[in-house]
């Protein structure tokens, strides 16, 4: 059985980086439209909880327990936390040249949470753009 290899192109990865910015920004952002700022209230009046609620934290905790292990799994520590550098680094030259930004706190909340995105976009992309670079691939189990 022939099976069709689809290739991974900007498109491909424009799309995990969108899923992830949608994870980050959706989980907390400072505009307070987050999961982080609905549920805020509940915690200090359990009255104010609902279903929906637990509905959403369940399927946020799923979605970054995905991105977290696929990101672990593909980077490992180390690609991990060079990931982390880079896109630190990125947030450090935005900074240096548009030095403005550096004492508005919501800016700089956005961008750390950009870059958060970039790291899990990175680590669900990496295998996907290692098997481009180096002709290897990645296997998680085996048959027999």
Known sequence: ?????????????LIRLAAALALVFSTYNPSEWSFFH?????????AKANVFMALA???????????????????GVIGTLLAVAFFG?????????????KNNLEIMTWLVLVGMAGVLS???SWSHVRRRMTGQIDVDE???
Do not use: C, E
Request: no cysteine; charged share 10%.
């Open 89 to 101: 680094i990125l947030i450090w030259v935005v900074l240096t040249y548009l030095p403005n930004l």
């Open 57 to 75: 934290g369940i399927v946020l905790l799923i979605a970054w327990v995905i991105f977290l292990r696929a990101t672990m799994h593909s980077l």
């Open 1 to 13: 059985m022939a099976s069709r290899r689809v290739k991974f192109t900007w498109t491909n990865y």
């Open 38 to 46: 609905w549920v805020q209230p509940a915690t200090l009046d359990f």
């Open 122 to 124: 990175a680590g669900i």
């Open 142 to 144: 085996t048959d027999g």
